[in-house]
């Protein structure tokens, strides 16, 4: 890209500028602590649903932090048509845990990444064909999509401030105390806070709810001490299987996580940048996100998808400069690289990133709703929207509703609100009769019109028995 079509800045809230290191890194670090947990915690899921060993957890937690560091440095610079050029971070995704640990489950790691291939394969006809496609997306849609995801994330954070679910001390008092001094950091901070600091207020909140955890010794360094100091990736660590069971629920799951792309990469542009979402940025997210999703299946990194909770950063920061998130993505691919750097990031409490988080996912929420209401909420869109909510998150707070269901369905709905909710909006949205605001209001006047009509025609006088006289 020449300088002349794109000065050069230095400001944060420019997707081209290139902010002084001194001020991108806290920047940058805010996004890699909101992310990196989950990048790590998937395969770790994933792990346990196989029963793998430490060796291949390990090379599963690697190789997913290369993974995401690449997908993100293609989307946001982007190679050919792969790339949506935006600010956005990718990398192992929570999206598709239920359709994995099902899969895997049954088919082992090999059965995943077989039928993750061929996910992957979906994802790039997704991508190169949206253009007809895109009319089954609209901002009902896409944003009923990134509300769900919002919404959905909230366990996760109160899980998280509790001291992750599981752990010996889960809902103890020092885990809330730490959580709950994060979040008012980050909130003094990002409510009273001037110029930079303001911006940088979740990296100052994990600062300090770090320094309390370690102060109250919860922090632990075992895993650096043994983690290597380098490891590089190798190709098909692990023999492929082609089962069709687990590539039909793989298809089902990759396809729909190009509709939380879309409401993700639409959420960053009307948030970040208050504009809409281009159709080339759209098309290059998608293919971007299948390209990098068909090669890590070759080398045992788990499917990506766009990241909501950076996403939430973005909105609330309005932070869009790429120069911020490339050196995110250089941290995580150091991490992948150097076990012992990745080692060092999982050392954060999951009081302090829950306590540091659960505000981006309530930004996450708002912009949904934002999304949502770009378009018009006449009945037919706010059936589309209740009904889309009330499937998906009824659904993932009951999921053994769809027990009887066959294992294939099971597998491929697995529970997961954002599959759920996205199937029924883009069915509805099919289904239903198009109707503006105009349309509705029109046929209540005619409707209005006839029933009054109705009620002052003069009533038909029933006609008198001749009587003749005599």
Same mark, same amino acid.
């Given at each position: ?34 992310? /990196? ?29 290369? !993974? ?24 192992? %995704? ?19 990444? %077989? ?15 949206? $253009?007809?496609? #895109? ?6 849609? *896409? ?24 752990? !010996?001390?889960? %809902? ?33 909140? /994990? ?35 082609? !089962? ?35 159709? $080339? ?13 068909? +090669? ?16 939430? /950063? ?79 998150? %009824? ?24 599959? +759920? ?26 409707? *209005?019109? #006839? ?14 028995? #001749?009587?003749?006289?005599?």
């Amino acid at each position: 890209m020449s300088n002349a079509r794109y000065p050069v800045s230095v400001s944060v809230f420019d997707f081209h500028g290139r902010p002084p290191l001194s001020r991108a890194l806290p920047l940058s670090l805010q996004h890699i602590l909101a992310m /990196i947990m989950g990048t790590i915690t998937v395969p770790i899921i994933v792990s346990g649903a196989i029963g793998a060993s430490t060796a291949e957890t390990l090379l599963l937690i690697q190789i997913s932090l290369v !993974a995401s560091a690449l997908s993100t440095l293609i989307q946001l610079f982007g190679v050919w048509r792969f790339g949506a050029r935006l600010p956005t971070i990718f990398g192992v %995704g929570f999206a598709y845990v239920p359709t994995l640990t099902a899969v895997g489950a049954q088919y082992g790691l090999g059965g995943i990444l %077989g039928a993750q291939l061929i996910g992957g394969m979906a994802m790039l006809l997704v991508g190169f064909g949206i $253009r007809p496609l #895109r009319h089954l997306f609209p901002p009902v849609v *896409a944003g009923v999509v990134v509300l769900v995801i919002g919404l959905s994330l909230y366990d996760i954070a109160i899980h998280y401030m509790a001291g992750g679910k599981g752990s !010996a001390d889960y %809902g103890g008092g020092r885990q809330w105390l730490v959580a709950l001094v994060t979040l008012a950091v980050v909130l003094a901070i990002s409510q009273f806070g001037r110029g930079f600091i303001k911006l940088a207020a979740i990296i100052c909140g /994990i600062v300090v709810g770090y320094a309390l955890a370690l102060a109250l010794g919860m922090v632990d360094f075992t895993a650096v001490h043994q983690a290597a100091w380098f490891s590089a990736p190798r190709p098909l660590p692990v023999t492929l299987e082609f !089962a069709p069971v687990a590539i039909l629920s793989m298809v089902i799951i990759c396809v729909v996580n190009s509709v939380q792309t879309i409401g993700d990469l639409s959420a960053t542009t009307i948030g970040g940048m208050n504009r809409e979402l281009g159709h $080339r940025e759209l098309s290059g997210g998608l293919l971007g996100n299948g390209l990098c999703t068909l +090669v890590g299946a070759l080398f045992a990194a788990l499917p990506t998808a766009s990241f909501s909770q950076n996403v939430g /950063i973005v909105a609330m920061t309005k932070v869009i400069s790429r120069s911020v998130l490339a050196l995110a993505a250089l941290f995580l691919l150091a991490a992948g690289l150097m076990p012992k750097f990745g080692a060092l990031m999982t050392t954060i409490p999951y009081p302090v990133l829950g306590g540091a988080t659960i505000t981006v996912f309530g930004m996450i929420t708002i912009t949904g709703i934002q999304l949502l209401t770009r378009d018009e909420l006449s009945g037919r869109n706010m059936t589309i929207a209740s009904l889309a909510l009330a499937l998906g998150l %009824g659904l993932a707070a009951a999921p053994q509703a769809i027990a009887a269901l066959p294992d294939t369905i099971e597998m491929a709905i697995g529970g997961s609100p954002v599959v +759920v909710a996205a199937l029924t909006a883009v069915l509805l949205n099919l289904l239903l009769p198009h109707k503006s605001l105009a349309d509705e209001q029109a046929e209540r006047e005619r409707l *209005a019109a #006839r029933m009054e009509a109705s009620d002052t025609a003069p009533a038909s006088v029933p006609a008198s028995p #001749r009587c003749d006289s005599q």
